[in-house]
Structures are given as C-alpha cells and as structure tokens.
C-alpha cells in the first residue's frame, strides 16, 4: 500500500500563490500523477494530470494559471497555482494512477486551499 503526504495548503488572498506537494511512500515512475480538488459541496474534480512520460493535462481554465510537474527521484509530485481565485478554494488531493496490470489508485489525504476574496 502506497501512502501519499500532501502540502503546501494554507490561507491565500485572491491573487496570490500557492504550491502544493505530495510525497509517495513507494516509487512513482509507473504511474499517472495527478492533483483533484473538492470544493464544498461539489463533487471532486480532476485540476492536472502528468503521465509517467511526462505527458500533461489540465482541466479547462487552469493551464493558465496552474503548473503540475513531477520528480520521480523523489517520488513527489507538485502543483504550483497562480493567479488565485475564491472559486479555487477547496480540499486538494493527490492522486496516483496505473491502468497497467496490476491495476492501482492511490489517494493523498487531501490539504485545504482557502482563498479570500
């Protein structure tokens, strides 16, 4: 079982920046890596994804604004967010993801990004 730490939430004024990270306990070189976002009352939505190849995909309006990138020397994946709005406040969660057999998802416990307005 693979256990996934995330940071780097806090409390943030609208335009401000944050960038969150999240640490496997396991390698990641295999896997899709990616960052979801819950806001309140709404489901969980997918915010970037980056494959192990390294191929990226964001969610509609946030390429703009938001970078994911990776390092699978330190099993870590990253989200650097821009430009932030009060509609970007939510619980954050690290995900991985391989489709290869054996099949895995794992999830991060999710950190909290509160932006003011």
């Known amino acids: 079982q693979v256990q996934l730490v995330g940071s780097g939430g806090g409390l943030v004024e609208a335009g401000g920046s944050l960038r969150l990270s999240c640490v496997a306990s396991?390698?990641?070189?295999?896997?899709?890596m990616g960052w979801y976002r819950q806001a309140p009352g709404k489901q969980r939505e997918m915010v970037a994804t980056i494959t192990s190849g390294g191929t990226i995909n964001y969610a509609d309006s946030m390429e703009d604004r938001f970078t994911i990138s990776r390092d699978n020397r330190k099993n870590t994946v990253y989200l650097q967010m821009n430009s932030l709005k009060a509609d970007d406040t939510g619980i954050y969660y690290c995900?991985?993801?391989?489709?290869?057999?054996?099949?895995?998802?794992?999830w991060g416990q999710g950190t909290q990004v509160t932006v003011s307005s």
């Open positions: 396991g390698s990641t070189s295999s896997f899709r």
């Open positions: 995900n991985m993801f391989r489709a290869m057999t054996p099949r895995a998802t794992y």
